[in-house]
Every structure is written in C-alpha cells, then in structure tokens.
C-alpha cells in the first residue's frame, strides 16, 4: 500500500470513528445501520458503535477488538490490543490470551500464558492457563498449572469447571 492511500485510509477510518460517535451519542444505535445490510456491513457499523461505546475501558475495548480479532480483521484487533497494552494488568494479558488461543494463534497465546503465569499465586488465572494449554495439547504443562491452582484454592469451582472443561474440549470461562 502506498503512503497515500494509508493515509487516505486512516483519514476514511478517522471520519467514519468520529461520525459514528456523534452518530451513537446523539442517537443511540438506528436500526437502519445494520437492518437489512450484509452481515460484514451490519458487523461493521454496529463495531463503530461498540467502539463508542467502550471508551476507554481495557476489558471493553479488548472485547471490540475480539471481536474485530475473531472475524477476520486481526489486523484492527491487533491495533486495539496494542493500544490496551500499554497500560494493561494481568487481566488485560488474560482476555487477550484468551482471544489469540480461540483464534488459533497459540504462537501469540504462549508467550503471554506463560508471562502471566511465570511467579503467579493467581488461582483463577493459573486455571484458565491450564485450560488453554490442555486444549491446545500441552497436557503436562496444563496439569502444573491446574496442580498450582488447586493447591492456592482446592474448592474454587470456576477453576475446577476450567479444568475438567478443558478435558473434554470446553474453553475457560
């Protein structure tokens, strides 16, 4: 692409972001936006909204660009996570972790599994990491982790649900 047309696209993107907060601010979502459009057209203007309507929240804002991430578009989400790390918490790096492992990209899942996970006395957090190794068929690491989690907090169901899910082919909750 050259440098014109970038710029050409980030300027289209800049005024259709700045229409559709004006647009979802004073009118909330019209139905015409997405009514009777082609489901990328209908994706497409309700995420203009929905970035809106995130502001700028880092659990919301990673959820647009799930989104964004898991339909198609990884670059927009990519550029979404990219903003939400520069000042992300461990919460953030989990949400995130999730969505590059749903997506299959467990080449970008990993390193942030196992940063999150490295010196972690966070139960609910070694839990779903776990799940996500077992899914992925890393049953020796999943074990460790679940076998971390369990010993921090042996009754906690929402990690033992993680676990037993994972076995049988259910991604973390």
């Given amino acids: ?6 710029v050409t696209a980030a300027g289209l993107f800049a005024a259709g972001m700045a229409a559709g907060w004006l647009w979802a601010k004073e009118k909330g979502i019209d139905p015409s936006a997405y009514q009777g459009k082609s489901p ?6 309700l995420l203009v909204a929905a970035e809106t309507q995130a ?3 880092s659990w919301e804002r990673i959820g647009v660009g799930r989104v964004y991430y898991l339909s198609g578009d990884k670059v927009r989400g990519q550029a979404i996570f990219d903003d939400v790390a520069k000042k992300a918490e461990g919460s953030d790096w989990e949400r995130i ?3 590059y492992a ?4 467990w080449e970008k899942a990993e390193p942030v599994l196992r940063k ?9 957090v070694l839990a779903m990491a776990g799940a996500l190794y077992n899914l992925h068929g890393d049953r020796v690491t999943a074990e460790t982790l679940f076998a971390r989690s369990f010993k921090i907090k042996p009754d906690e169901l929402w990690n033992t649900l993680d676990a037993a899910g994972s076995y049988v082919g259910v991604r973390p909750n």
């Avoid at 990328?40 to 203007?45: L, N, Q, R, T």
């Avoid at 749903?102 to 990209?105: P, V």
């Fill in 102 to 105: 749903e997506a299959g990209d």
């Fill in 116 to 124: 999150l996970t490295a010196d972690s006395d966070d139960d609910s």
């Fill in 1 to 6: 692409m050259s440098w014109k047309r970038g």
């Fill in 40 to 45: 990328k057209e209908a994706a497409a203007a």
């Fill in 97 to 99: 972790a999730k969505v």
């Fill in 55 to 57: 502001g700028r929240g």
